[in-house]
């Protein structure tokens, strides 16, 4: 029997809508007929979910339930929740600390977070300097019971992971519905499955890392996996002509400026690509691409030269 992208008949679908402050887009091909307007809603729905529990933007959500928790209280969570916690800690492991949750007070301080206020240099520097538990160290779980307790006072922030879940997360609502030739997304990051009709990859533009502007640095050809980037560019800080981007070194507890604009991650699933396109970000070139090797993780690294891009392609799985 012919898979949708080998047939003739299969009718090209584009749903998209407004989440997470920015936009989800699913293109497919299918040869059956689909109700659009059911698969909409459950794709909104599958997505606002992930908003709704791992969001530092929303006092209600499982995640601010979380960090409001006084330690020692366990606190049952929901199971996605608990999956993207865990995943979020073995990163870190295998990144000896460059990828940890636990810096939601530091992104808060320098105006990253909801309020959007640039604390005192001295209050960032006292910040800084006091001892840090990592999320590892600071959360016990018991997933047997679905319950998460805090062995110490922690802020966690999830936004350098929980979009590439909401991502696969749309994967999963057109899988469940036997959709196998997609392209799904959520503001530059990307999962997909199969391809066009024809047989044709998925091609995906990778942003090049310039301060307001929008223009595509290249394009990657994608069958099966996710894409994530992290970069400088989007969301920084500028103090005594430096840029700061909103990526935290967890080991330093500063923000990063290391001359890495941008690190772009082809791995199995969103999530993990999300993941590791902060912790390479943060690793730089040399112990990143090392680390991406090991991993078997294609990278695109962007450092900058001056006034100049230099790119870095680490063919990890591919090559």
């Known amino acids: 029997m012919k898979t949708s992208s080998e047939s003739a008949s299969a009718r090209r679908h584009c ?11 699913a293109l497919f091909y299918g040869f059956e ?58 990163v870190g492991a ?26 005192a240099a ?12 990592s ?29 590439g879940f909401g991502v696969d997360q749309l994967a999963r609502c057109l899988e469940d519905r036997g959709i196998h030739d997609y392209l799904v997304s959520i503001d530059g990051e990307y999962r997909a499955r199969g391809g066009k009709p024809g047989g044709q990859c998925w091609s995906v533009a990778i942003e ?14 994608m069958t099966d996996g996710g894409l994530a980037t992290s970069g400088d560019y989007r969301h920084f ?30 791995a199995r699933t969103c999530m993990l690509a999300d993941a590791w396109a902060t912790a390479l970000m943060v690793l730089g070139p040399e112990r990143g691409a090392e680390l991406a090797r090991e991993q078997r993780l294609d990278v695109l690294f962007v450092l900058r030269d001056g006034d100049a891009l230099r790119q870095l392609w680490v063919p990890g799985a591919s090559g």
């Open 208 to 221: 090049s890392p310039q301060a307001g502007r929008r223009e595509a640095l290249g394009v990657l050809e």
């Open 237 to 266: 800080h500028e103090q005594a002509g430096k840029r700061y981007a909103h990526t935290f070194d967890p080991l330093r507890a500063v923000p990063l400026d290391n001359g890495v604009a941008s690190v772009s991650v082809r």
């Open 135 to 163: 999320a590892a160290a600071a959360l016990e779980f018991d997933f047997g019971g679905g319950r998460v307790r805090k062995r110490h006072p922690v802020f966690l922030d999830l936004s350098g992971i929980a979009k």
């Open 94 to 119: 295998q990144s000896s600390g460059a990828f940890d949750i636990a810096v939601g007070d530091l992104v808060g301080a320098w105006g990253f977070g909801p309020q959007r206020r640039l604390a």
């Open 122 to 133: 001295a209050e960032r520097e006292a910040l800084r300097r006091q001892p840090r538990s």
């Open 33 to 90: 007929r689909i109700d659009e307007t059911e698969l909409a809603r459950a794709l909104y729905d599958a997505v606002a979910l992930v908003d709704a529990q791992m969001s530092n933007w929303k006092t209600d959500s499982d995640l601010m339930r979380l960090n409001a928790a006084e330690p020692g209280a366990w606190m049952s969570l929901p199971t996605e929740l608990l999956w993207v916690l865990q995943t979020a800690i073995q």
């Open 15 to 25: 749903l998209n809508g407004a989440i997470m402050g920015t936009r989800y887009c």
